[in-house]
């Protein structure tokens, strides 16, 4: 999830203005999570068994 469409409950502004320091604390985590901090475990288990599944039909093809 972005910041930019959240709304503080502190100070009903939205997160990217970071205008209280609930707002920049919570834009700073959001930052630092990276491009799979928004994802559940169970979507991450599945991104895993997807790969692994097309790793073996790839080396099952070429044997």
């Known amino acids: 999830m972005t910041y930019d469409r959240l ?3 502190n100070c009903a ?3 990217s203005e970071g205008r209280c ?3 920049r604390a919570n834009r700073e985590r959001l ?3 990276g491009p799979f901090g928004g994802l559940s475990p169970v ?3 599945a991104l895993l068994v997807i790969l692994v599944a097309a790793v073996v039909l790839l080396a099952h093809q070429t044997a």
């Open 13 to 15: 502004a939205p997160v």
């Open 43 to 45: 979507a991450l288990l």
């Open 21 to 23: 320091p609930v707002c």
């Open 7 to 9: 709304v503080c409950a």
């Open 31 to 33: 930052e630092q999570e």
